[in-house]
């Protein structure tokens, strides 16, 4: 027996708390992804970060696997994360790949992040967006952050988001028009139907929806 643990969208996380919807993988050597509630690297976001000690090893290599996600039409999703980069060691290839499986065991890199960026003579935070129209049939999509050391600086990751576009249509019901006669339109229904497109909800309190119905002009 076990249980399956899913993803809502959105789903924004800046580890500013410790976290429970991520676990981690050693894939070879002893250092692995931990969550710093302190880091030396000031985040962008909230107080914490994702951290690899990628400076004190070569090889190391770990994962940090999301719980799955149901991307089943949603309307261009997309993955943002902030990374930390520097210009020190540039002959070190200290990097994350970003990793996504459908079946829960074979995954595909779908982009790779190197910590050596000659940009950042100051190390700083650049934000990385992936977009996840690929997988909008998929109903359990499985993300994942594979660290590779090569002893050069260490990793760091800010901020994790997955989101997607919202979408709505409106539709108009009127009575058929050989049933309207003139003057005698009392009790005749106009009816409006709003409807959500994308399995993303929306919450009416939080995105407001007028509608303004004008009905002008006579017809003989």
Known sequence: DYQVKKLSLPYDNDFSTPTSNISYIQNAGYIKWIQDPNPTMTPVYGTGSLYFNSAIGNGQISTAMLYSINLKNTLLPTLDFWFAHDSSHADKQDRVEIQISTNGYSFNTIQTIYRYDS????????????????????????????????GG??????????????????????????????????????????????????????????LTLNISGAKT
């Open 119 to 150: 940009n950042f003579a100051n190390p700083g935070w650049q934000k990385h967006t992936i977009n996840l129209s690929d997988y909008t049939s998929e109903t359990c999509v499985i993300i994942a952050f594979r660290a590779i050391s090569a």
């Open 153 to 210: 600086g260490n990793m760091w990751i800010d901020r994790i988001a997955i989101s997607s576009a919202q979408e709505m249509s409106v539709s108009l019901d009127i009575p058929k028009e050989e049933d309207l006669i003139a003057c005698e339109l009392d009790h005749k229904e106009l009816k409006v139907k709003v409807s959500n497109n994308t399995l993303l909800s929306i919450d009416f309190d939080q995105t407001p929806v007028i």
